[in-house]
């Protein structure tokens, strides 16, 4: 085993989390799922290659269908304290100190600990972030809730796409979500167990139910590992890929000992029908910011699907997160106009029969909980079992209609370029025009702009046809409006960085899987880190054991 010293002034930090025996766990786990891990991701470009090959769609699994037609079988019910978590807050990266302890102290039922989409995953922020977490869960935090009263954590680990650059076993860089897991569960599992607080997850952007089955294969092994009792990891599987949605319910049955639920996002979700479909007209995504929303057919659906499967097989359903941010005053128009706004479209997730959704804003949190205590009754709505649903792949494929903007194009690309720029920073989110962006709301951006490139689509408000020339127009526009709000020189140079990345993502003749992984990948974000990878032993991990 290979592992980069400690970033610049974590040093205690770093030799709290890497003891010998915490490194003896994370190279046994590495070496007995890297493999599955690989093979995951392989079949991800076998059915990609197969619907391209093939010009087919998914559907419903045939092989699976005993599975779906079988009406006994459900999960185990999930401990008490994910029972009713109506309001969590979502995108927190734990690395940020000062957030995480306003959101232990504050009114939320739950905290999505984000090493994901939030999260610029530096190897500062992992160490910092899973350092936190140990804190928060060893009660070290002044004036804090003992973690069985604060909110609940819902840690989420890295996907399968992201690799951790600083530590190699057996000569190859380590998967991302099991150095997160590893160190998340090594250190807290057994406290949080203790406490009836946990470990509870979050798992990201799984795309069937084979990968459903490894994480399942992980939690086994880990609590035997651990000595802690089978089925008290508990997951909620986010659903953010179109192949996903066909198989809900062999993903719940996969992990039916471990399961705390789905849930049901719209960005990611949105852009996975560039990623697997994006090439085909008839699959062209229109202007998200005036035709794309949870009241379209294509994602009512899934989200009815979702609620629907979930409660018949007794899992907890929850929904997205309300982006948007209350500005200060609350007697001011805008903020009464924001606070509508959320509330109409959270209103619509919890008449779907969603049991708790996310928001970023902390000031949000006490709205909405009285929003759900106002439409529903008791600690969740698993008693809706959503019988009038019926989705077919037909409402589960369909575009919605409507074009493309001018304001939506360059809106797309003012969020692509920031994110990078945020990113190229050490973040993993920014603000922009009154709402928090993160790299889902990145991804459907570079994705429909890749897309109407691809398509030569033209602009309904305007004569142009989007295409190369226009969109590198564009870009210049838009990042000297962006050079205005901050005018230093290092600013500028990072600003024009990100512009020249993103152009390179959008022009790229085949579309790149995720933004993350081309980020985390690029030269430019791991000349940042400035990492010397030495021996383990170096931590006084004897050789021979690795």
Known sequence: MELCPPPSHLEEEFKALFTTECLLFLHELISTFDEEVDQVLRLRVSRKAHLDLSGGLPNFLETTSHI???????????????????????????????????????????????????NCPTYFNQIKGIHNVLKAVDNQFPDVPHISQAPVLMLRPRAWN???????VKGKEVPGPLFDFGLLMFHCGKTLYENKSGPFFYLSKVESFMEARLWNKIFVWTQEKLGLPLGCIKATVLIENVLAAFEMEEILFELRDHSAGLNCGIWDYSA???????????????????????EKRFLRSYMDLLVQTCHRRGALATGGMAAMLLPQDPLSNSYQRVLATVTRLKLLEIKAGVDGFMVYDL?????????????????????????????????????????????GLKYNIGVGILFINAWLSGNGHFFHRGQVEDSATAEISRSQVWQWIRHQTRLEDDPRVV???LVTD???????????????DRSKQRLNTAADMFLEVVLKRDFPEFITSYLNQDHTFLSSQDCRLVEAVDTDVPRHKL
């Open 68 to 118: 779906r037609r079988d009406p006994e079988w459900r999960v185990l019910p999930v401990p008490p304290r994910l029972q009713r978590r109506h309001v969590d807050i979502g995108d927190l990266a734990p690395c940020d100190t000062q957030r995480f302890i306003k959101a232990l102290l504050s009114p939320a039922q739950g905290i999505q600990v984000d090493f994901d989409d939030g």
């Open 162 to 168: 992201m690799v951790e650059h600083n530590m190699m």
């Open 272 to 294: 996975s029908f560039v990623n697997k479909f994006g090439h085909r007209h008839n699959f062209l995504l229109p202007d998200r910011s005036k035709y794309v929303n949870m």
């Open 363 to 407: 000031s949000l949190i006490e709205p909405m909980q009285k929003l759900f205590q106002l439409h529903t009754k008791g600690d969740n709505q698993l008693h809706q079992l959503r019988n009038d649903v019926s989705v077919t792949p037909d409402d589960l494929l369909t575009m919605p209609s409507g074009g493309v903007t001018l304001y």
């Open 467 to 469: 295409n190369r020339q």
């Open 474 to 488: 564009l870009v210049l526009e838009v990042l000297m409006e962006l050079r205005e709000m901050d005018p230093s």
